[in-house]
């Protein structure tokens, strides 16, 4: 399981990055993927990074406005959220992929997460 963090409380058009780590396993030959969770409603998928980071993908919601990223070195993916609105109040949480394809099941369970709340 990865780990989360960096979630916080925004004020609208604020910004954010989140982490994704482990120390257990090493991320750099997997896809790996963001989604978001607000109690009660079924998971969202928010982006996906490539293996190498050289393949991004977004969900509509977000794009533009979030940017997913890899250190392959620190073992960590990011997560850049910018022009923050209340619908993205969410836990956010991270996972390895087989690949980037919405229907792939990530390799593990998704991580406990980070809240994110937007709110002035």
């Known amino acids: 399981q990865l780990v989360e963090s960096g979630g916080d409380l925004v004020q609208p058009g604020g910004s954010l990055r989140l982490s994704c780590s482990t120390s257990?396993?090493?991320?750099?030959?997997?896809?790996v993927a963001w989604s978001r969770q607000v109690s009660g409603k079924e998971r969202e998928f928010v982006s996906c990074i490539s293996s190498q980071g050289d393949y991004t993908y977004y969900a509509d919601s977000v794009k533009g406005r979030f940017t997913i990223s890899r250190d392959n070195a620190k073992n960590t993916v990011y997560l850049q959220m910018t022009s923050l609105k209340s619908d993205d109040t969410a836990v956010y949480s991270c996972?390895?992929?087989?690949?980037?394809?919405?229907?792939?099941?990530?390799?593990?369970?998704w991580g406990q997460g980070t809240q994110v709340t937007v709110s002035s």
């Open positions: 996972a390895r992929k087989m690949s980037c394809s919405i229907f792939a099941a990530p390799l593990e369970p």
């Open positions: 257990k396993f090493t991320l750099e030959h997997n896809p």
